[in-house]
């Protein structure tokens, strides 16, 4: 327990770098696709798109669930402080699962750089907003 803290922040750290690949994925996905008729500007925004996806964002996301992991094994005791926990891992799924989509979405604008509108991602980039929301909530405010 005496690395707890630093694995804690470790884990802040690495979470806040994961959160910030998906909140500037989508935008990249906005340019792409209301700029696909221009091959330059979209062969640089493919780049920028696989870059943020495989040298940021992945690592970022294992490195968040890997300290996770660990912190839960070295204090298995949280799961029964209340729900909060077993909430906050349901969101940290839907996020997982929304990182999967963007990688999906990614080769499929590589495809058709038109396959979704720039509307379409805009609001498909509130979604990492509202579970980001969700998970402060839980570890911070335990409502249950």
Known sequence: MAYYSWILAFHVMSFISWMAMLFYQPRLFVYHSE???????VKVVQRQEYI???AIGTPAMWATILSGATML????????????MHAKLLFVAFLIAYHISLENLRK???ENPHYKS???FRVYNEIPTLLMMFIVIMVVVKPF
């Open 118 to 120: 720039g509307k379409w």
């Open 52 to 54: 943020l996806n495989k």
């Open 108 to 110: 499929k604008l590589i």
């Open 73 to 84: 094994y070295l204090n298995p005791d949280i799961f029964s402080s209340g729900g909060w």
């Open 35 to 41: 700029n696909g008729d221009n091959e330059g500007f």
